[in-house]
């Protein structure tokens, strides 16, 4: 292949519970990239649609984790990268990853796929830490694994994937403000107390062992952050209304995507994920900001060739 169009799709990092490990890949939205073999040497940004993202390789998240794909490969080629951006920069719900993710991907296969998903991350990981101030694979890794991941160690870095349960949705609602996620890190504290440590890593075990039992109700009682909901959730405007009205209606939970500001609900079915779409729809119509919500599967695929 000289050239290859994909999807990288928007992912769900933390899950509540899972701070900095813990991630989901969503369906239906996401971004749409164009790379091609060129024979000029090097990683060249040519395009980018949607959003005004630099051009310039070393200042563009997809252009530093391709960089660092390229050094280590050392292809007797370049790459020409078209980015048509249609999950907005400092959502929550992965864009940086996406474009990362997605630069990484497509070079692989028009490489002959010489390197694994772990190792793709790992290249990806660059770019995030231009978006974020710090390299973290929890929106990465669902969108390059699909389903549900767990980034098990950094160094070295072992990403787990976790099944997903047939019935379970994801509705998201997307405020049109922007939290960046370096100031979303800023806030947080340096020092935890032992009892919050203790419910945080017994909701995470709990978590895992619901999504490989299929248990619903388990996995609904595990969906609670009492180390890092408590501060970002001040940075998002009726965070607490959505939260309560979503899990009054049926959600399982609901908590905040990433570093916000959007938000996101996990049910049981399409019906209820639907349901909950409209009742937090409801709820933050009267807030006078401008928003847009979605349901959708989880992604078990992720990236995809179209």
């Known amino acids: 292949m000289k050239d290859i169009k994909i999807f990288s799709p928007a992912t769900v990092a933390n899950v509540s519970c899972g701070f900095d490990v813990l ?20 990683i060249f940004i040519t395009k980018i649609e949607g959003y005004d993202l630099p051009l310039k390789t070393e200042d563009n998240v997809a252009g530093v984790s391709a960089l660092a794909l390229y050094e280590d490969a050392k292809p007797n080629c370049g790459f020409e990268i078209e980015i048509y951006k249609k999950i907005k920069p400092g959502s929550g719900i992965g864009s940086s990853s996406a474009s990362a993710s997605g630069a990484v991907y497509a070079i692989n296969e028009l490489l002959g796929k010489p390197y694994n998903k772990t190792q793709l991350t790992r290249f990806a990981m660059k770019g995030e830490a231009l978006a974020s101030g ?23 870095l072992d990403i787990l994937q976790l099944p997903t349960p047939s019935e379970l ?7 049109q403000i922007e939290v960046k996620t370096s100031e979303a890190r800023a806030i947080l504290p340096n020092h935890i107390p032992l009892k919050d440590a203790i419910t ?6 709990s978590l895992v062992h ?27 405007p009726s965070f607490d209304a959505v939260k309560k009205a979503a899990i009054s209606i049926g959600a399982l939970g609901c908590g905040i995507s990433g570093s916000g500001p ?17 009742t937090i729809h409801d709820v933050y119509s009267k807030t006078g900001i401008d928003f847009y919500t979605f ?4 992604n078990t695929e992720g990236i995809k060739v179209i």
């Open 23 to 42: 991630g989901f890949c969503l369906d239906t939205v996401g971004d749409e990239m164009l790379i091609r073999k060129t024979e000029n040497k090097g």
């Open 134 to 156: 710090s390299e973290h694979a929890d929106n990465i890794a669902p969108a390059l694994f699909g389903g549900f991941t767990l980034v098990k160690s950094t160094t070295p």
């Open 169 to 175: 949705y994801a509705t998201i609602i997307h405020p």
């Open 200 to 205: 945080q890593w017994s909701n995470v075990g």
């Open 210 to 236: 619901a999504l490989h039992i299929n248990d619903y109700e388990l996995l609904g009682k595990t969906l609670n952050d009492v180390i890092v909901e408590p501060y970002r959730s001040q940075l998002i």
């Open 262 to 278: 959007s938000i996101f609900a996990l049910s049981k079915g399409q019906k209820m994920a639907t349901r909950v779409e409209n």
């Open 295 to 298: 349901t959708c599967k989880i």
